[in-house]
């Protein structure tokens, strides 16, 4: 059982690059949803999503879009990568919305 | 204001000393609360749920408060491996029952 999954751990992108940043889990969870963590400002919701063709935005999506085709995965895309997008990016997964939420280890973004 | 706020610390404490932190948030209609722990570099995992009556885990202790909107957690006897950043989390209503989480307190415990 490999619980949240992420990769690649560690990005590097010059602005203006997009990409795709790779979330899955295992544990056949309803609810999956992508944070941005900045010094300071604790864990932001980007996107979120209660089940297979379901997202929505969160508090930070502007940038980002999600899709959401198969319980598993929940892929979080970067349009068009700027400087403010440098972050460490956990994707989570939990049973319910507000109950326990199962972290990936995260990436590490850094646009130039 | 941010929903959720946390005095960043750090909170500098020796081994086996007792430590409290604070955490309050502006939502009165939030339901759920938790106490997530995060290690340097490492991703959130969850410590302890918090109900309306105070629980313990062991050396640790959450209580709520809804009147004043503050949550608390105790730590007693703290070890070196408590060395770590907690983060207060209250339910969202207004995004799908997310969670919103603080900023995060950092406690480091010296021997």
């Known amino acids: 059982n490999a619980g949240v999954t992420q990769t690649p751990k560690f990005q590097v992108l010059k602005t203006g690059q997009s990409m795709t940043l790779q979330c899955a889990q295992d544990?056949?969870?309803?609810?999956m949803s992508w944070y941005r963590q900045d010094p300071g400002m604790g864990l932001r919701l980007i996107h979120y999503?209660?089940?297979?063709?379901?997202?929505d935005q969160g508090e930070v999506p502007n940038g980002y879009n999600v899709s959401r085709s198969t319980t598993e995965d929940f892929p979080l895309r970067l349009l068009s990568a700027a400087p403010s997008q440098t972050s460490v990016y956990f994707c989570a997964s939990s049973d319910r919305g507000a109950y326990e939420q199962y972290f990936g280890p995260g990436t590490r973004l850094t646009v130039t | 204001r941010k929903e959720v706020e946390q005095d960043p610390g750090p909170f500098n404490v020796p081994e086996g000393a007792t430590v409290a932190f604070n955490c309050t948030y502006s939502n009165s209609a939030s339901q759920s609360f938790f106490w997530y722990r995060q290690d340097c570099r490492k991703e959130p995992k969850l410590l302890m749920s918090?109900?309306?009556s105070g629980n313990e885990d062991g050396r640790f202790t959450a209580q709520l408060n809804r009147a004043s909107q503050y949550i608390s957690l105790l730590i007693r006897d703290s070890k070196l491996s408590d060395s770590a950043t907690y983060l207060c989390v209250v339910n969202t209503y207004n995004a799908g029952n997310m969670l919103t989480f603080g900023g995060g307190t950092r406690l480091m415990v010296k021997p």
């Open positions: 918090v109900y309306s």
């Open positions: 999503s209660v089940g297979a063709g379901i997202t």
């Open positions: 544990m056949n969870h309803e609810y």
